[in-house]
């Protein structure tokens, strides 16, 4: 199956009051690791791709044509989005010359109005290209890759003017943060949640910062217009941890040092027990 845009797996998602996890990519065995987990729980996924992790993999034409090849290599029949994470504006543009099937445009860092007008000019190139466009407004606290935001709710009047360009997606910062969440963490603010769903209609909405959130609250998100989750952190540290207790237990080694591939198997696998338990609680197996 080719890469498709992530509109309808999203309009899906809301109408059925179910959400499509965004998981990012940073190698082979990640990928590898998520589009198998997605064919055999039959569910809809989202590869994210930071700038970051495209400079690290070389470059994002040689993302897309690895994952277009896994795909047809390992025959995934399931819809796959491959789609760029916290885009810059110039970063947006490398995406969708590399045959990127989503794009997301971070313009939450500028004045409203010049993130209003960056994600019109954006939203009118991806329609023309049959892509979909995720849009920001309110800055997702925390870091990833790079990317820092102090962290703040979105203005329901804000999100209304890039919701109208005819974005596919928003993303709104409702108290969410990127990486761990700190110990006095106050929550995700769903009175703010609910006022930008009114203001928003039908656009589904996405939340970042998937990591940490309690599953009722994720649950709560999800029955007010949440779509679409991202997930990233708690892959790296189910990778870390299983590749870090294989190699402190000596495993492979018989003189040889070790084998690569067996080295890396052992994070795989977390990657795909991380990926089926947050699909589970986001409702999408089944779903493709």
């Known amino acids: 199956m080719a890469l498709v845009s992530a509109k309808e797996m ?10 499509v996890g965004q998981f990012n990519i940073n190698n082979l065995e990640w990928t590898k690791s998520i589009l198998q987990t997605a064919q055999e729980l039959n569910s809809p996924v ?9 400079k690290y993999m070389t470059g994002f034409k040689t ?5 277009k090849a896994m795909i047809e290599e390992m025959n995934i029949t399931v819809p796959v989005a491959l789609h760029l994470d916290h885009g810059s504006y110039e970063g947006c543009y490398k995406c969708i010359e590399a045959g990127f099937s989503s ?10 109005e010049e993130n209003v007008a960056k994600t ?3 939203v009118e190139v991806c329609a023309k290209k049959g892509l979909s466009l995720e849009a920001e407004v309110g800055s997702i606290g925390g870091e990833e890759d790079g990317v820092v935001g102090l ?7 804000e999100c209304k003017k890039i919701a109208d360009l005819g974005v596919t997606i928003l993303a709104a910062g409702i108290g969410n943060i990127h990486g761990k969440y700190p110990a006095n963490w106050q929550g995700l603010r769903f009175d703010v949640l609910e006022a930008i769903k009114k203001k928003t209609g039908d656009t589904p909405l996405v939340l970042h910062g998937g990591t940490g959130i309690p599953t009722d609250m994720i649950k709560k998100a999800i029955s007010l217009g949440v779509a679409k989750i991202n997930v990233n952190t708690e ?7 299983a590749t870090r207790k294989y190699i402190e237990e000596g495993k492979d080694l018989a003189g040889k040092g070790f084998d690569p591939r067996k080295l890396l198997a052992p994070g795989a696998q977390a990657i795909k027990d991380t990926v089926k338990e947050k699909m589970e609680i986001f409702g999408s197996i089944g779903k493709a």
């Open 10 to 19: 999203l309009e899906k998602a809301r109408d059925g009051k179910y959400a």
């Open 46 to 54: 989202i590869l994210g791709v930071s700038e970051g992790a495209g």
């Open 63 to 67: 993302v897309t044509a690895m994952v």
């Open 103 to 112: 794009i997301m445009f971070d313009g939450s860092h500028f004045p409203i």
């Open 120 to 122: 019109k000019e954006l």
């Open 151 to 157: 962290g703040e709710c979105a203005d329901p009047d």
């Open 235 to 241: 892959c790296q540290l189910a990778f870390q941890e």
